[in-house]
């Protein structure tokens, strides 16, 4: 896909969102959702960057989240640092322990990365509920309760005004989109494609598999750090709940939905599976059930979700012009 | 240019390559031969820094032992692989654009890319995804990428196995082209004694790791111990 085309389904996409607020903009039960929508794109997309476009099967992606949430909040109530900082320290941390978990990740094998990955995933919340996460300042399996929100020159955004906070937001939300869209189209792109389809070609032509897979680790968690920051203090809440695998899989069905390596699709993966989740909230314990069927169904019918039929579309257009 | 000396390499019990030494100078036409796992792609591995090894290899007098493949190719050592080797997510243009963005320290020129596809006859694929080439373009492909990376010796592992007639002699053209007109040097392994006694100056046979024999083509093929290493080695 061209840049362009990029460009022009994010802005879109993020252009769709932002007109919302006009006619929902006093339900603050609907701009919740509208919030969660960009929030989520961004772990998805980051997550789909490191599996579906650079081919590591990292399955840390929620530990990182829920990192970057914790770091961030923890700082803020502690330290009494301003949140706008501490998210982006948050960002910074994350990304180190993404570089520390990527390491012992470059020597092995797709499975055994989703196994060292994920270990990392199911060792964190013991540790967050632990002796040493309440040392850190976690709040153990409580949590925490009183994040303080983001403030800028005095004026806080929070859930009292959520029309304001929701343009932030999305303002982050987007920047993140753009930063990922300038990753995959750069030269930094182009070596990531490489080592995933041929790591010894790729290698024998320059590129440093070392250097190149660190980054991948690096820059989606430093995004998946910094809107897990953004999440406690939008929140003011949060708990090691989140490492359950409610999240983790719904955000692996957004990706899918989107098409796995064709991003922008998490984008739209993640609004849509987001506001299809709210639609059938009237099913009630059948919702994890029919959820489950429309996965399956997708994955047969669309195999690269929505940006599949997309690209499709773009290329015969493309092809008869 | 490039020289080993007593290069070993052992996986576990095996011994791939043993104690093996040899020199390759500038511009020249440099052959492997011998039977099926006698060592030569392994050989491969060791210059291009794939594995490690005992011994040493310098190039340009310069140590490369321990140094990573990406390291070698900026260098100036450039391979192609004796299977295939292509990215199906990138088009043809894009491969060689990632040899010439990663393999020189040279900045990214859209010129040489040009050139190249040229030289190599890709033009009409140059769009193309590079999984769905044939086996041709394949080759073409491989060759034209390390091309991108402006090298100094090209290494090219069994460039004719699954080529007919004609164009095995394209290729050959192709390489005779490579070494005269782009004064690149050239390391071939090849089973066909024809391609190598007309490309090469000077033919390494191997055998089980070790040299049976080394210089003039014409003199090398009709030495006892190669002919009795081929008789004796050639049951497939
Ligand atoms: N990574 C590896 N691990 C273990 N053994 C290996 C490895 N690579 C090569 N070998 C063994 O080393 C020996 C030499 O293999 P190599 O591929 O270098 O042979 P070759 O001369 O290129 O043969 P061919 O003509 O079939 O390509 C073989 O016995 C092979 O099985
Ligand atoms: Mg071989």
Redesign the interface.
Known sequence: MKLKQMAAIIVIAYGVLAVLPMFVGDIPYIMNILIMCLIWAVVASSWDVIMGFAGIFSFGQVAFFVMGAYCSAILAINFHIPPVFTIIIAGFFTAGMGVLVGLPCLKLAGPYVALVTFGVHMALQPLLKGQIGIALGSGGALGLLAIPPISIFGYTFGTDNIVPTFYLILVISMACALTIMAMVKSYWGLAFLALKDSQPFATSLGISAFKYKLMVFAVTSFLTGIIGGVYGHFYGVLSVRMLDLDLFSILMVMILAGGLGHFPGAIIGSFLVVAASELMAPLGVYRAVTMGAIVVVLVLALPDGVMGVFSKRLNNHAQKA | MLKLSNVTKRFGALIAVNNLSFEVSQGQVFGIAGPNGAGKSTVYNLI?G?YDFEGSIRFDGKEISGM????I??LGI??T?QIP??????TVE??L???N????RAK?DARRIERIIDFVELQSERHEFTGTLNLLGKKKL?IG??L??DPKILMLDEPMAGSNAHEIKALMELIQRMNQELGITIIIIEHFMKVLTELTETLLIIETGTEICCGDPEVVTSDPRVIECYLGGDDD
Do not use: D, I, W
């Open positions: 291009t794939f990573k493949p990406h390291q190719a900026q450039s391979r692989f080797q292509t990215f199906p997510s990138l894009q491969s654009e990632v040899g963005r990663f393999g020189n990214h491989m990428a390390a991108a990376t």
